[in-house]
């Protein structure tokens, strides 16, 4: 079984399915509401344990009732949970998450209160065939890659904005975001911002697109990895999945272009279902609708 460490944000989303995105300021009723776990890197954690791999999630939270929530919501799927840090009379973060008729959605995050600012305990993570992070803890970003480097494992950043060159420039692999990597280039197409940014950075590079799937620069090529057309419902934590997917391939030894169709795949089947990281599929799933997908093309 392949390991993955990751370090990030683990938090808890409040979620409202509308017809309609709010525009103004009154009252809406949600069509339906759940409480889940949420957050990039704890997403991307519980994505490696349904896939078949060892997560083992590096994070911070408050000592509060939502902190209680997020780490029971982890470890019953699977997720190691001894490096999540926990600050007394700190206050762990949440989102509100709206998800229009259209499977789009809107997030209001509050990012934690009190919480530590220490990173030096994640220099003794436990072995790994790979790490992941993500862009909304930069200090220990940083950290895990250059922990990484020093172990000869890929490092892999889950790269949103604003991105934090300090970590991008340790890691292996940078899988930006479409508005991570414009925004960070200043570039106007993603073939522009690729080779940019591949003049900056020493590692692998590729962006994700949604729907669309994801590019990646092969020599001076700009080669494309499509998406599977699926019937959308949810679109929240699909990015996330597609992260925890690509690193747990890479951890298994697969090359990048094998992990990225694979991850699209997790991606696409996430996204025909509700719920954010709920909706995960788990490895037979992901596998056999790729075999399927093979045999049609």
Known sequence: MARVFLAGLAVVDFVFKVEK????????????????GGGCAANAAVAVARLGGQAT????????????????????????????DRAKGGRSAFSS???????????????????TQETRWLEQAPEADAMLVDTRWNAAAETVMRLARR???????????????????????VA??????????????IAAALRSSAKRLSGWVCVTDGAAGAYVLD??????????????????AAGDVWHGAF???????????SAMVFANAAAALKCTRPGGRAGCPDRPTTELFLKEKKSCN
Do not use: C, W
Request: a negative charge; hydrophobic letters at 45%.
């Open 21 to 36: 995105m709010p525009t103004r300021a009154e009252k809406y009723r949600a069509e339906t509401a759940a409480i889940v």
């Open 57 to 84: 999630l590096a994070s911070r939270l408050g000592g509060d009732l939502l902190g209680d929530l997020i780490i029971a919501d982890l470890e019953r799927e699977g997720v190691r949970t001894d490096f999540i």
């Open 97 to 115: 998450v709206y998800v229009d008729a259209a499977a789009e959605r809107q997030i209001m995050n509050f990012r934690g209160d009190g919480l």
């Open 151 to 173: 172990r000869d494992i890929p490092g892999v950043v889950d790269a949103e904005d604003p991105v934090d060159l300090a970590a991008i420039e340790q890691a292996s692999h």
């Open 176 to 189: 930006f975001s479409k508005q991570g990597l414009l925004d960070l280039t200043g570039e106007t197409t």
């Open 219 to 236: 020599g001076a090529k700009v080669q494309h990895i499509p998406g599977f057309a699926v019937a959308a419902e949810d679109t929240l």
């Open 247 to 257: 690193a747990l391939r890479l951890a298994e030894g697969a090359d990048e272009i």
